[in-house]
């Protein structure tokens, strides 16, 4: 009788691991079109052999685990990229934007307001008593002071909306860190009692794929199938355990003659930095801290330099005005948001609008037509190096139009280098999901072969049973 009882549950334990595995071809075909599913396998061993006269007898199958197919390495490799593009494709963002504003070539363009400019103090050199041209060398100059206005109050704006982008990112980065360590204690909880979590597995692997994308954060294993999530070196997700970040100030930075707030990204507990430099978040902190920075400085050192070098000339010559004066300073301010129309004479009136008459042509209070310093005005444009009256130079040697066409030159090249980038690494992350999908994804072609194999094994199962349910009632029979 113990025979035929071994030989019944042999066939029990046959029908439930075919079962079992039938539920998981089930579950893999219903998730073939799942996103980030990874295919399940049920691993079927060999229960405890049972010592008998003869030797050790089978005992028939069980399911050991439930694996869940996927390559940690390709994992690996998609989170870096998932980061580089991240961090490019924010970085293309940010520059195509700050390559907008300069619109470059365009009637509109700051170049073209630099030229006319100059080119009206030539015209004026050809007629330097003429009201109409002096009208247009003011209005010219004006011109030129709106376009500085207008760029660096649309790179000002541009800037000031970063620490919200910022800050945004960040919380989600605290939201995900949550939910990988919530996660964790879940899928450590079932490791520990001998199940299987898959599916939670997968719920997680998106969650820190995602997190790739948006910092630069490394993996590595913990127990019981815990993962630990870094953030440039600082753990920031563990098993029921997060760090939460958060955005602040930092000290003011002088970046290209100007100075700039700067923001860090600290712990919420102890206030440590964190070296946030890849992914979205990365790109972001990176571009307010120095990306536009380094524009609007070097665009405040051009609008500098022009009010400079004008005023050198300018204070140095003689208007229209009887009689005529000197000292007068075409523009003020000393940067691109400050620089303005001057042309006010110590003796105009308080409060006088900008008068032609002090437009200086003239380097002689006795020479009437004389142009010499509206010859030496229009051709500061293309003058190096330009000096200022204590002997500095400016703009590193640099013309005003060399030094304003290496600012376009290099905001152009950076936008078609980072565009390189995310063609490059869009390519590489989508080949890199190819080849996980060919690991874990779904093949209804095989789940259909398996099906099949699971549903004969479970009919013979059936049959066992029922043949020994036969061998039972002969034996009564015989009693």
Do not use: C
């Not at 009788?1 to 549950?9: A, P, V, W």
């Not at 019981?224 to 958060?246: D, E, P, Q, Y």
């Not at 972001?284 to 405040?300: C, E, H, V, Y």
């Amino acid at each position: 009788m113990s025979g035929i009882s071994q030989l019944l549950e042999t066939a029990r334990r046959a029908l439930m691991a075919q079962q079992y595995g039938m539920s998981v071809t089930g579950h893999n075909i219903a998730n073939a079109g799942t996103t980030g599913y990874s295919r399940q396998r049920a691993d079927l061993a060999t229960t405890a052999p049972l010592q008998t006269a003869y030797g050790f007898l089978g005992t028939g199958v069980t399911v050991q685990t439930v694996s869940r197919l996927r390559d940690r390495f390709i994992d690996q490799q998609i989170r870096s990229a998932n980061n580089t593009l991240g961090l490019a494709a924010s970085d293309y963002r940010i520059l195509s934007q700050i390559e907008a504003i300069f619109n470059e070539p365009s009637d509109a363009s700051l170049s073209t307001g630099l030229s006319q400019f100059f080119a009206a103090w030539q015209d004026l050199s050809t007629n330097p008593e003429d009201a109409v041209t002096r009208n247009v060398v003011l209005a010219q100059g004006q011109a030129l002071t709106d376009a500085f206005h207008r760029l660096s109050g649309q790179l000002t704006t541009q800037r000031n909306a970063l620490p919200g982008e910022l800050t945004e990112r960040i919380e989600r980065i605290n939201a995900l860190a949550r939910e990988i360590s919530d996660l964790n204690v879940t899928i450590g909880t079932g490791m520990t009692n001998g199940q299987g979590a898959g599916d939670l597995q997968d719920l997680r692997d998106s969650k820190i794929a995602e997190l790739s994308g948006l910092a630069n954060i490394t993996v590595s294993g913990g127990n019981n199938g815990a993962v630990l999530v870094s953030l440039g070196g600082t753990l920031i997700a563990g098993s029921g355990t997060v760090l939460a970040l958060k955005v602040t100030s930092g000290e003011p930075a002088t970046i290209a003659g100007t100075s700039f707030e700067q923001l860090r990204v600290v712990t919420v507990s102890g206030g440590f930095d964190v070296d946030l430099h890849g992914g979205e978040a990365g790109s972001i902190l990176k571009s307010f801290n120095s990306t536009l920075p380094d524009a609007m400085g070097r665009l405040d050192q051009l609008a500098g330099a022009i009010v400079e070098a004008v005023n050198q000339q300018h204070t140095a010559g003689y208007g229209r005005q009887q009689p005529p004066r000197t000292g007068v300073r075409f523009f003020m301010g000393t940067d691109a948001a400050s620089m303005a129309i001057d042309l006010t004479d110590p003796s105009d009136a308080p409060g006088s609008n900008p008068s032609i008459d002090n437009i200086a042509a003239s380097s002689s209070p006795a020479a009437a037509g004389d142009n010499s310093i509206a010859l030496l005005i229009s051709g500061i444009l293309d003058k190096r190096p330009l000096v200022t009256s204590g002997g500095v130079t400016l703009l590193d040697g640099l013309s005003l139009s060399e030094f304003y066409n290496q600012i376009v030159t290099d905001i152009g090249s950076s936008v078609n280098a980072t565009g390189a980038i995310v063609t490059s690494q869009e390519l590489f992350v989508s080949q890199l999901t190819a080849q996980q999908e060919a690991i874990a994804g779904v093949s209804l072609d095989e789940e259909m072969a398996n099906m099949i194999k699971f549903q004969n094994a479970f009919d013979a199962a059936a049959k066992m049973v029922s043949t020994v349910n036969e061998m039972y009632t002969t034996i009564l029979e015989m009693v």
